[in-house]
Antibody
């Protein structure tokens, strides 16, 4: 069974970088695409970006200058880095598997989510 | 960016009642996907590519629509269906979500 688990600090200071890890079991990240989605207080959800089975990436243009998604295939993990965070980046962050390698993309397996608060 | 507008924002239904949730897109999309999220849990893929039920989803659920108008229907509301439902389009970059419909049990 495909399982995803996010990990990382729950509190980040403004202007610093947010770094999260998604550990995947039951499926290789060298297959399919793997993404990050966040849910803000108030329930708005935002697709942040994905990394493909080959390592190519695609990002939401609203984040393009601040986001980086990378991976470690030897550990079957992929990572999110979001730079220069502000309080508006406070959200629950989810990693997920994309169900297809082409549009229309959807997310068929999700991690349990990690709540990240940006505060001094 | 395609904006997805879900309606209603909140609704309550009685057991056995038929429920229809709507998602309207600001521009035409080829498919719509739906997720169910219960309180304290992560979203679950519920319906994909407009009308295909994800694994384990009861067949009282159905999805339909095209272009800019899509819907999720519950044929007969059950207790376990109380949750928030989100629509999502993955056809047009960047991929976007609706704000959700919270479905409560009456």
């Amino acid at each position: 069974e495909v399982q995803l688990q996010e990990s990382g600090p729950g509190l980040v200071k403004p202007s610093q970088s947010l770094s999260l890890t998604c550990s995947v079991t039951g499926y290789s990240i060298t297959s399919n695409y793997w993404g990050w989605i966040r849910k803000f207080p108030g329930n708005k959800m935002e697709w942040m970006g994905y990394i493909s089975y080959s390592g190519s990436t695609s990002y939401n243009p609203s984040l393009k200058s601040r986001i980086s998604i990378t991976r470690d295939t030897s550990k079957n993990q992929f990572f999110l880095q979001l730079n220069s965070v502000t309080t508006e980046d406070t959200a629950t962050y989810y990693c997920a598997r994309l169900g297809l390698r082409r549009a229309p993309y959807y997310f068929d397996y999700w991690g349990q989510g990690v709540m990240v608060t940006v505060s001094s | 960016e395609i904006v997805l507008t879900q309606s209603p924002t909140t609704m309550a239904a009685s057991p056995g009642e038929k429920v229809t949730l709507t998602c309207r897109a600001s521009s035409s999309v080829s498919y719509m996907h739906w997720y169910q999220q219960r309180s304290g849990t992560s979203p679950k893929l519920w319906i994909y590519e407009t009308s295909k039920l994800a694994s384990g989803v009861p067949n009282r659920f159905s999805g339909s629509g095209s272009g800019t108008s899509y819907s999720l229907t519950i044929n007969s509301m059950e207790t376990e269906d109380a949750a928030t439902y989100y629509c999502q389009q993955g056809s047009s970059y960047p991929y976007t979500f609706g704000a959700g419909t919270k479905l409560e049990l009456k």
